[in-house]
Structure formats: structure tokens, C-alpha cells
């Protein structure tokens, strides 16, 4: 019974410099103003919530989470998603931060879940033993997750 596991951070953190804290704060302190000016102090303060969270994510590095895939499915950390919750995977090995595991999911919360591969998994034999139990289908990243990418998450 073959089975893959590997410790990974769970995204790739990027530095933020000041600028970015200061355009965050500018910005969503001109959306809270102006909506406050057209009476919806209700968005005002849901977008005020909304930046204080952003920044305190994007100052907090990421934890190293364990992952492991075995005959009942893949397990990221406590969480496993069994072969059967999963339409298909894709490794892709030329990934531009490193070879990633892309599990397009059958949830409608979590549609596709993205993890790094450690360097010191072989990717080929992990590729070989995933279509044994689900279906290889190339998967693109989303825009929203380019956007996120170029504005520093």
C-alpha cells in the first residue's frame, strides 16, 4: 500500500510593505466615507470589518500544515477529503512556485483545493497512483486567483 506525505506552509506567504498597508487603509477608508455620505453606514462598517481582517491575513505567516495521501483519500492536516468527494486531480510539475496537487472537488464551498508538493515527492509516481483512484484533468487557476497573486496573497 503506497502512500505520500509531506510537510508544507499552507500558502506562499509574500512581504508586505508599508505601501500596501497604506493603500489598503486609504482605500477602504475612501469607500467607508463615501458610503457613509450615501447613508449606508451599514457597508461603511462592513467594509471598515472587511480591511481590518485582510490586513491582520496578510501580516500573519502561514503554519506548515501536514499532508498526506493514502488509499481512503487526501488528508490536509485533521481534514480528509475521501476519493469519492474528489471529480478529478491534477499535478502539475512546471507549476511557477513549485509542483502543486490541484483536487477539483465535487463541494460547492471548496470547488478546488491547492496544495504545494514538497520537492521530495516524486510527482510521476504520485500522478500514477491518484489515477487509480480518480480521473486526471488539467485544471487552469481561477482569475480571482491571479488577481489575488498580483496584489500580494
Known amino acids: 500500500m503506497k502512500e505520500f506525505s509531506w510537510k508544507t506552509p499552507e500558502y506562499i506567504y509574500t512581504e508586505k510593505t508599508s505601501d500596501w498597508y497604506w493603500t489598503v487603509g486609504i482605500v477602504s477608508a475612501a469607500i467607508v466615507v463615501v458610503s457613509i455620505i450615501f447613508g449606508d453606514t451599514l457597508f461603511g462598517l462592513i467594509v471598515a470589518i472587511g480591511a481590518f481582517s485582510l490586513t491582520m491575513f496578510a501580516s500573519r505567516k502561514p503554519r506548515v500544515v501536514a499532508i498526506e495521501i493514502n488509499q481512503k483519500g ?11 468527494s474528489i471529480d478529478s486531480f491534477f499535478v502539475d510539475a512546471e507549476h511557477r512556485h513549485g509542483p502543486r496537487l490541484f483536487l477539483k472537488s465535487k463541494k460547492v464551498v471548496v470547488p478546488l483545493i491547492d496544495m504545494p508538493i514538497a520537492t521530495t515527492v516524486d510527482t510521476e509516481e504520485l500522478r500514477t497512483f491518484l489515477s487509480a483512484h480518480l480521473e486526471e484533468e488539467v ?9 489575488f497573486e498580483r496584489l500580494g496573497f
Not at 487526501?74 to 469519492?84: H, I, K, M, N, S
Not at 485544471?139 to 488577481?147: A, N, Q, R, S, T
Open 74 to 84: 487526501v488528508a490536509v492536516e485533521r481534514v480528509l477529503y475521501p476519493f469519492p
Open 139 to 147: 485544471v487552469k487557476e481561477g482569475v480571482l486567483h491571479g488577481l
